[in-house]
């Protein structure tokens, strides 16, 4: 009998190949810049042909051998088909599952899984587990840039649960980095936290002269699209 993370991979290829659209796949593969083969499934199919699949999975230790059966793969929607089963499921799970999330993060890394590993999974047990911020912490120092990219996004989706103190000092303390996808990470999860607290980014902002300008510009977006929510008679220039 198989294992089950192998039998989710039998049940999802039987499904994904017949809807396999090759055409759509080379457009795909070009704009992850070639650097992971796909089969041909977009999105919406390949999440109805996963509940088709009628997956159960019930404890840590079954969810953690599907996530790496998946990652395993060498077409991109079984790692898709991965994140999703992971948020579906993350409940399941406690704060020692951050090792497997380090092994996914670090393994076939770009930021389509990344970031939504970061939001929908890593996220999510933080906020169950808040000792596990500790880990965001280290995490944050990493010279690998998807897992300090991860411990930056984590709080994504936080919104009135965010921890300001610990976002503004991960954006700060790595606001000097020269990677693009850490520049990027820090104004997407600022913009994303001033929908919550316009003021205190927009201060924030003021205050870090360290910020790159796409960090910046990010940022600043989110803020002015919150202000005019709260005054649409105030127009941005």
């Not at 579906?88 to 939504?116: Q, R």
């Not at 996808?181 to 316009?198: C, D, E, M, Q, V």
């Not at 870090?208 to 008679?233: C, F, H, Q, W």
Request: aromatic fraction near 10%.
């Amino acid at each position: 009998m198989r294992e089950i993370g192998a039998e989710v991979v039998f049940r999802l290829r039987e499904l994904f190949e017949p809807e396999a659209d090759r055409e759509w796949a080379v457009g795909a593969a070009r704009y992850m810049r070639d650097q992971f083969a796909f089969l041909g499934v977009r999105t919406p199919d390949r999440r109805r042909l996963t509940r088709l699949a009628d997956i159960s999975i019930s404890s840590e230790a079954e969810l953690a051998d599907v996530a790496r059966a998946l990652w395993a793969e060498p077409e991109r929607e079984f790692q898709y088909a991965g994140c999703d089963l992971l948020a579906e499921h993350v409940g399941l799970v406690g704060a020692d599952f951050l090792d497997v999330m380090l092994e996914l993060i670090t393994t076939s890394s770009w930021w389509d899984t990344v970031d939504a590993l970061a939001a929908h999974t890593v996220g999510p047990i933080v906020l169950e587990h808040p000792t596990a911020a500790l880990t965001m912490d280290r995490w944050v120092e990493w010279e690998n840039i998807w897992v300090a990219r991860t411990a930056i996004l984590h709080q994504l989706t936080f919104e009135a649960s965010t921890d300001q103190r610990r976002l503004f000092d991960y954006c700060g303390r790595r606001s000097t980095d020269a990677e693009f996808f850490i520049h990027k990470a820090i104004g997407w999860a600022l913009r994303s936290y001033a929908a919550t607290n316009p003021d205190a980014v927009a201060e924030f902002v003021a205050t870090t002269p360290t910020l790159a300008p796409l960090s910046t510009r990010e940022a600043m977006k989110g803020v002015e699209r919150a202000r005019r929510r709260a005054d649409p008679r105030e127009i941005s220039g």
